[in-house]
């Protein structure tokens, strides 16, 4: 079974900056839009950002000017670069990506398995 496999969390000072990576755990036909979400204790679920294959991305407005996601289609890997980073940041960031694991297969929606993101002094 594929999964999305997520690195790079960690603990971080405020002003700080941490790059998440993510990519499936195996190969497959093909990835549409890939993105991060997170959610901090006691919230709900939110987007950080996406982007598609093509390159176009969106940001939570929380986050525009400090954020960056890029992607690497070739290794089908998606980036999260974060810089300047504030206590309200942190949450567990997870991985999102619409994928075709065969090329009969539908496309279907993936999450990883979360990685931890604390932002603290």
């Known amino acids: 079974q594929v999964q999305l496999v997520e690195s790079g969390g960690g603990l971080v000072q405020p002003g700080g900056s941490l790059r998440l990576s993510c990519a499936p755990s195996k190969s497959i036909f093909s990835i549409t839009i890939m993105g991060w979400y997170r959610q901090a204790p006691g919230k709900q679920r939110e987007l950080v950002a996406t982007?598609?294959?093509?390159?176009?991305?969106t940001y939570a407005d929380s986050v525009k000017g400090r954020f960056t996601i890029s992607r690497d289609n070739a290794k089908n890997t998606v980036y999260l670069q974060m810089n300047s980073l504030k206590p309200e940041d942190t949450a567990v960031y997870y991985c999102?990506?619409?994928?075709?694991?065969?090329?009969?297969?539908?496309?279907?929606?993936?999450w990883g398995q979360g990685t931890q993101v604390t932002v603290s002094s």
């Open positions: 999102n990506a619409a994928m075709k694991i065969r090329i009969s297969d539908r496309r279907s929606d993936y």
């Open positions: 982007i598609t294959n093509g390159g176009s991305s």
